[in-house]
Nanobody
Framework: QVQLVESGGGLVQPGGSLRLACAAS????????MGWYRQAPGNQRELVAD???????NYADSVKGRFTISRDNANDTVYLQMNSLKPEDTAVYYC???????????????WGQGTQVTVSS
């Protein structure tokens, strides 16, 4: 079993900042990519940013220059620093990790429970 525990969501005014964190625990042999996704009401879940085990990053165009993804491999934790937040960033943010739980098992995706980010004045 793998658990992803998220923290850091909340209500913030436009232009403000939040930092999300997601810690993976459980039966972990290796974590490959980790990432953040979000889903706003009526929308599909979309990739916000992801990061490989080696630290290569990828961002949605809508958040480039404002958000920064990072990870602490020693603690199996991924972060999302969100600056200059806009109302359109409002969504439930989900942590994702591609995890290999055993040497003999294929990797698969695990998801956090989601944390609400609301950007509003």
């Amino acid at each position: 079993q793998v658990q992803l525990v998220e923290s850091g969501g909340g209500l913030v005014q436009p232009g403000g900042s939040l930092r999300l964190a997601c810690a993976a625990s459980g039966r972990i042999f290796r974590i490959n990519a980790m990432g953040w996704y979000r889903q706003a009401p009526g929308n599909q879940r979309e990739l916000v940013a992801d990061i490989t085990s080696g630290g290569l990053t990828n961002y949605a165009d809508s958040v480039k220059g404002r958000f920064t993804i990072s990870r602490d491999n020693a603690n199996d934790t991924v972060y999302l620093q969100m600056n200059s937040l806009k109302p359109e960033d409002t969504a439930v943010y989900y942590c994702n990790a591609n995890v290999k739980t055993d040497f003999f098992q294929s990797s698969r995706d695990y998801w956090g429970q989601g944390t609400q980010v609301t950007v509003s004045s």
